[in-house]
């Protein structure tokens, strides 16, 4: 019943065939102006995400002490604890901050941690010396830090110096304490903050001062970057501040999402003029085939079976304008991604072949699928109208009339 | 009035107005025994296809009631006269009104696919009716690849393909010549005493009357013989 219906839906399709492809052409061009923006924009969110990815350490999380009006939430071993048991969280530390200044004056900012061995946390990697030994006042430098140091201040690796510590007294009067560290590794180059920072055991931190807290901060590494989003809401929701390379990957979508959806937007237009097309010729239709709609009517057809002779036009349009709008959508894609994306970067410069990588626009199973549904329902939706108008009718008058 | 068990037919005091002033029946009664071939006879605006679109459940009247076989027509009920048209009644118009996109064997076949039957059921049964009617080397064609008179038959089938037990036909030689005419008349005929389908037939030629069992006349809309 269901494949008859198709058939003589589409033999009455046929018979008008011009019109019938210049309507599918209709939806059509809607379905692959949306395919085409929407990859487009999706495409530029990917190569931008990868590029964040490959930049920076995606899975580490930064965890600060926040201020709730008066109450500063303040971190203790038992949050640590509480952070550790997370799910998807493989490790966390407690870490204190710093600030010293070398003899010349160069402010340094010291992060004390428990550990720094290659790999570990931190995922450190060295590009000379080792670690610094527990309970030891000595330091680890960051890649550029490192640099840092030696141009300006002359130190080198397995040097010692000294680093004044300004603490001030009851009556606001600087007191001022000086320690000497020893420099035994600099960090590779990582591409974040901690390029910029000298790791010292946490111990000495808090030691060197007489009013350290014990904890400032926690770092916390999470299993996949996909996980990352997660642990930091769960963070986040202890009252705690959590900040990360993976902000920035978030604010990359906010601002996709914005710029997808304003250009799928005005593809839209095009996918609603091609639903209005589809809607003036099934009321073309209908009005063409009154007569025949009447003698339909006569030799037992309800008004639901007229309906879904109608609605099956619709459908067969809807489908093959989906089809054909993937498809012009995914040569669109190609294009951009052979052609276009040459163009491009001839245009902007080879400092951008990073950020575009293999492929500009992303075409999906899911935008595919989305595309089709969409000219699907749009099609059966302005055919709804035609159809009832036709189901309506009055038989006699129908038969009737010279249509 | 008392009902008549035997009366496939029952047309009970049946009036059509479209206007307080403007009618197109008037109080009309008559009833049909099964198997009979009654013609309805009257000029032109007399009110005839009206009557038959009211039998059929294509119209509905203003007053007055229409049973068939016992059962009385629910002019308001959608479904009932959707029944109605799918297994009581047949219909056969004066313009054949065969689907100008289909063959002739899809066109007798078009109803039963409201009744929901298999592809190939449907076919047979088109093709059986095609031979019934004399056509059985013309399955295949199209309506405009047809003369008036095999289009006809072709219509004829088609009213046929349900296997009601009335057939409706509204002036079915009004545009065909006399010889062509009286060839479709016959077939009518036929079909009635060989099948047992009661027929009701409009027209306003008085001597192919002569081929029924009983004519009633009609005049503005009112039952005069």
Redesign the interface.
């Given at each position: 019943m269901i494949s008859d219906v198709f058939s003589i839906a589409f033999r009455h399709l046929w018979r008008k065939r011009l019109r019938f492809f210049l309507t599918v052409l209709g939806i059509t061009i809607g379905v692959a102006a949306v395919i085409a923006t929407v990859s487009l924009g999706e495409g530029i969110r990917y190569n931008a995400v990868e590029t964040i990815k490959t930049q920076s350490d995606l899975t580490l999380i930064t965890v600060q002490p926040k201020v709730h009006g008066d109450v500063v939430q303040l971190i203790t071993g038992a949050r640590i604890m509480e952070i550790r048991n997370l799910s998807s969280v493989t490790g966390a530390e407690g870490i204190t901050r710093d600030t010293y200044a070398t003899a010349r004056q160069t402010f340094i900012p010291v992060t004390g941690i428990d550990s720094v061995e290659e790999g570990g946390l931190l995922n450190l990697r060295y590009s000379r010396g080792r670690p610094f030994s527990p309970e030891t006042r000595e330091v680890v430098a960051g890649y550029r830090l490192g640099e840092k140091l030696q141009r300006y201040e002359g130190i080198r690796q397995n040097d010692r110096f000294v680093v004044t510590i300004r603490e001030y007294d009851a009556s606001g009067k600087p007191l001022d304490s000086e320690i000497e560290l020893t420099l035994v590794g600099v960090l590779q180059e990582r591409g974040d903050s901690i390029d910029e920072i000298l790791l010292a055991n946490r111990g000495a931190v808090v030691a060197a001062r007489t009013d350290a807290p014990l904890y400032d901060g926690i770092l916390v590494r999470v299993d996949s970057p996909e996980h990352v989003a997660g642990v930091a809401a769960a963070i986040t929701g202890m009252q705690l501040g959590a900040t990360g390379a993976f902000e920035q990957i978030e604010s990359v979508n906010r601002l996709m999402d914005m710029v997808v959806l304003l250009l799928a937007l005005f593809a839209v237009i095009s996918l609603v003029v091609g639903a209005l097309m589809i809607m003036n010729t099934m009321m073309t239709s209908v009005y063409e085939r009154v007569r025949e709609i009447g003698i339909t009517m006569a030799v037992g057809a309800s008004r639901r079976d007229v309906i879904r002779l109608i609605l099956a036009e619709c459908l067969i349009i809807g489908i093959a304008g989906g089809v054909l709008g993937c498809f012009c959508g995914m040569v669109f894609a190609a294009l951009v991604n052979t052609a276009g994306r040459s163009f491009i970067l001839s245009r902007l410069g080879e400092e951008f072949t990073l950020l575009f990588g293999t492929e500009i626009a992303r075409v999906t199973p899911g935008l595919l699928i989305a595309g089709l549904v969409v000219s699907v329902l749009l099609a059966v939706l302005s055919g709804l109208y035609p159809a009832v108008k036709a189901a309506r009718l009055n038989p006699v008058e129908a038969i009737r009339s010279g249509g | 009035m008392t009902s008549d068990t035997r009366s496939i037919i029952e047309v009970e005091s049946v009036s059509k107005r479209y206007t307080e002033t403007v009618s197109a029946l008037r109080d009309i009664s008559f009833s049909v025994a099964p198997g009979e071939f009654l013609t309805i006879v009257g000029r032109s605006g007399s009110g005839k296809s009206t009557l038959l679109?009211i039998i059929?459940g294509?119209?509905h009247p203003t007053s007055g009631n229409v049973r068939i076989s016992g059962a009385l027509t629910d002019y308001h009920n959608?479904?009932a006269l959707?029944r109605l048209?799918?297994?009581m009644v047949?219909?056969v118009?004066q313009q054949f009104?065969l689907?100008p996109?289909?063959t002739a064997a899809d066109n007798v076949a078009?109803?039963l696919?409201?009744?929901?039957r298999p592809?190939q059921e449907r076919q047979e049964r088109a093709l059986e009716l095609l031979s019934l009617v004399g056509l059985a080397d013309r399955t295949g064609h199209y309506p405009a690849e047809l003369s008036g008179g095999e289009q006809q038959r072709v219509a004829i089938a088609?009213a046929l393909?349900?296997n009601p037990p009335i057939v409706l036909a509204d002036e079915p030689t009004g545009n065909l010549d006399s010889k062509t005419s009286r060839e479709i008349y016959r077939l009518l005929r036929e079909l009635n005493t060989d099948q047992g389908i009661t027929f009701l037939v409009v027209t306003h030629e008085r001597d192919l009357a002569g081929y029924s069992d009983r004519s009633i006349e009609l005049l503005d809309g009112q039952v005069v013989a």
């Open positions: - | 679109n059929g294509l119209d959608h479904h959707v048209r799918r297994e047949g219909f118009f009104n689907l996109a289909m078009y109803p696919l409201f009744h929901g592809r088609r393909a349900a």
